[in-house]
């Protein structure tokens, strides 16, 4: 199975954890608690935690705002460039930061649940599945990466996501008890949040404008549109405005497709039913 690996140099993982004993040592410099960090960076507490110990990679919201808090003067943001080094191939890295300071995210996954609404469950028994085989702690780095883009969802100023799936996404599940179930019921949860859509484009649509495969679109308050799609290795920026076009064009004719909000949250439950 080929899983997109949001990672390309493990031995990197150091510098997640150098970066959290960063953070915790300004933290701890400014008297401050890990539950006044968090409040300050509009995260939890369990969430500060897990990024000192270096077992989750912190956003480039949280970043930011606790440079800002522990008067860093920049220093956490440079170890964190350093460590989105590590973590992302160039082919992606490129795209995570476009996605973290967008306005709008549109998706169209064929295959698999998208990233940004992956439980963790799921992430693990599609990582463990890869190919070339991945280690544990490529897999744990894999899991902590793809959980901090998620964050995007919650942040102040969250983007409109909108997210169209081909039914098959729902049909074809990892052979580990509970899993579908767990996804599915997060599908209809996150769906619930105003700033996230989800539409599924139905098998009875047949062949549709999405056979090409994966793509992305961001909105931005102050910069043109782009997109990201997918070839059959990396991923590539699309900034020339006509392609860009062709592309939205394909994304409205696949909401065409789909069935509404509502009736896609229908048959994630019957499919539900089903389990």
Known sequence: ?????????????????????????????????????AGKTHVSSKTVSAIESGRRPPSASFIKLADI??????SLV???????DGLYPGWFRHYVGLESVATGVR????????????????????FAAAQPPMSADEIDEQVAARLARQEILTKADAPNVWLILDEAVLRRWP?????????????LSVGERPNVTIQVVPFEAGV??????????????????????EPACGGVIVT???TVATLQHRYDLLRADALSPAESAQMIRKILETL
């Open 175 to 187: 052979p580990v008890p509970g899993v579908a179930r767990e996804q599915l019921e997060h599908l």
């Open 78 to 84: 440079r170890l964190w460039r350093e460590m989105t």
């Open 1 to 37: 199975m080929s899983v997109r690996r949001e990672q390309e140099q493990p031995s990197q993982s150091w510098i997640v954890r150098h970066l959290g004993r960063e953070i915790k040592a300004w933290r701890e410099q400014a008297g401050m608690t890990q539950a006044e960090l």
């Open 107 to 126: 998706q169209f996954e064929p295959q698999l649940v998208p990233g940004l609404v992956q439980t963790e469950a799921y992430m693990r028994a599609l």
């Open 208 to 229: 549709h404008a999405g056979m090409h495969g994966f793509m992305a679109l961001l909105s931005f308050n102050d910069a043109e549109d782009c997109a990201y799609v």
């Open 240 to 242: 020339d405005a006509p």
């Open 69 to 74: 808090a522990l008067d860093a003067r920049g």
